[in-house]
């Protein structure tokens, strides 16, 4: 245990650092900059780890994942994987953040999951396509606005901004940059959707740079993951 707590220390400490760095590089104030640690595939053991450590928020792809693990360690869990609507039910009662929000069905399933929650609403992210493909999770940019109006118009639910993911193969620079004008004229219309999650281990720095409130962190901070099956 002692050596798995320390290549988590060591590697937190590292990202971190790189986080402080980008933040001052980009003259933003790091306390803007939240770190999600993306858990899927590792054992709860060390989620107890990062939560000695300080880390509150994890994130998660699977539902079934989310739900037994934020059973054993207690935090702000966030389910940004893709959405299935048999699924929503569970994942509504451990997520307090959803990040991948991509149809009016889904949004209408989770309204009426989350209706009677006043006091603590979820907090929505509506995912953007960044590559044009749909089908691969997210809207078009032009539907941003009918699906956020449509959010901000059912009770137990915030809408907190927009999340995307860099396209396989292309320049995180470029796609960050496309999503920081999209993100802007977004909460233009929308001012209190200020966070953008969007960033993850290979490309973090860049989407810092180019304004994530939220990144999503695994593979720098708890190694390689074996495949799920």
């Known amino acids: 245990m002692n050596s798995r707590k320390d290549e988590i220390v060591s590697n937190l400490a590292l990202v971190k650092e790189k986080i402080k760095v980008s933040a001052l590089a980009s003259h933003r104030n790091i306390n803007e900059i939240e770190l999600i640690v993306v858990t899927k595939t590792f054992p709860a053991s060390d989620i107890a780890i990062l939560h000695e450590l ?68 979820l907090g929505i992210f509506i995912q953007v396509s960044l590559d044009g493909v749909v089908g691969r999770g997210g809207v078009l940019p032009n539907q941003l606005n009918e699906l956020g109006d449509l959010v901000i118009s059912k009770a137990g639910v915030r809408l907190m901004g927009l999340m995307a993911v860099a396209p396989l193969g292309g320049a995180p620079d470029k796609a960050f940059t496309e999503l920081a004008a999209i993100h802007k004229a977004f909460y233009t219309r929308f001012p209190t959707a200020t966070a953008l999650s969007a960033g993850m281990s290979g490309d973090y720095e860049s989407a810092i740079s180019h304004g994530a409130t939220h990144i999503r962190v695994g593979s720098s901070i708890l190694g390689s993951r074996t495949p799920a099956l």
């Open 54 to 121: 300080g880390i509150r928020d994890f994130g998660e792809n699977r539902d079934s994942e989310g739900a037994s693990k934020s059973v054993e360690v207690a935090g702000n869990w966030h389910f940004q994987g893709q959405i299935q609507s048999n699924k929503l039910k569970s994942i509504t009662t451990w997520a307090r953040y959803i990040h991948s929000l991509d149809s009016q069905e889904h949004l209408e399933k989770i309204a009426t999951l989350c209706k009677e929650r006043i006091e603590e609403p």
